[in-house]
Nanobody, 121 residues
Framework: QVQLVESGGDLVQAGGSLRLSCAAS????????MAWFRQAPGKQRELVAA???????DYADSVKGRFTIYREKAKNTVYLHMNSLKPEDTADYYC???????????????WGIGTLVTVSP
């Protein structure tokens, strides 16, 4: 079994910074891409940032230049450093990872349960 556990969500004022963490644990053989998604009330879940196993990153236009995704492979952990936060960044943030377990030959998508980021004006 595999678990993704997010942490770091908080209430912060506009212009502030936060760092989200997501640690994968369990019977992990290999992790491919890792990513952060977010879902605001009444909106669809959207991709915020992604990082490949080789370190290639991709960002939503709305967060480019403000957010940075990076990972520590040895710890099976991905981070999202968020600067210059805006009220419109308020959402539940979800970690996603493509993981191959020790019992499988396939990579499967796993999700965390989310961590809430609230940005006040």
């Amino acid at each position: 079994q595999v678990q993704l556990v997010e942490s770091g969500g908080d209430l912060v004022q506009a212009g502030g910074s936060l760092r989200l963490s997501c640690a994968a644990s369990g019977s992990i053989f290999s992790i491919n891409a890792m990513a952060w998604f977010r879902q605001a009330p009444g909106k669809q879940r959207e991709l915020v940032a992604a990082i490949s196993s080789g370190g290639t990153t991709d960002y939503a236009d709305s967060v480019k230049g403000r957010f940075t995704i990076y990972r520590e492979k040895a710890k099976n952990t991905v981070y999202l450093h968020m600067n210059s936060l805006k009220p419109e960044d308020t959402a539940d943030y979800y970690c996603n990872a493509e993981i191959r377990t020790t019992a499988s030959l396939r990579f499967v998508d796993y999700w965390g349960i989310g961590t809430l980021v609230t940005v006040s004006p």
